[in-house]
């Protein structure tokens, strides 16, 4: 069966820190790139940072750039998004998504960045 779980969310202060990590089942995780998505309430669900298969290339969202870094461990079956400097206004739920067809979501984790 093919599974995504995320874990590493919680709350946090403004500048602060956390690490999310996506472990994968039920597939040959380094064949398929891998992508962290967010959704805030009310808004879209909007991509976060995308990674290749074998780790080679990353891409981030304008609004993260810089302050957050995807990476993976494919001997863990792992990919993971430290998220630095965090902001309000990254209060959402983080999903991580195996891309490719066919798409898998993780059920999500919160993240919520207040005072």
């Known amino acids: 069966q093919v599974r995504l779980v995320e874990s590493g969310g919680g709350s946090v202060q403004p500048g602060g820190s956390l690490r999310l990590s996506c472990a994968a089942s039920?597939?040959?995780?380094?064949?398929?790139?891998m992508s962290w998505y967010r959704q805030a309430p009310g808004k879209e669900r909007e991509l976060v940072a995308t990674?290749?298969?074998?780790?080679?290339?990353?891409n981030y969202g304008d609004s993260v750039k810089g302050r957050f870094t995807i990476s993976r461990d494919n001997a863990k079956n792992t990919v993971y998004l430290q998220m630095n400097s965090l902001k309000p206004e990254d209060t959402a739920v983080y999903y991580c998504?195996?891309?490719?067809?066919?798409?898998?979501w993780g059920q999500g984790t919160q993240v919520t960045v207040s005072s």
């Open positions: 998504r195996r891309n490719g067809w066919p798409t898998v």
């Open positions: 039920g597939f040959t995780f380094s064949n398929y790139g």
């Open positions: 990674i290749t298969n074998i780790g080679s290339s990353t």
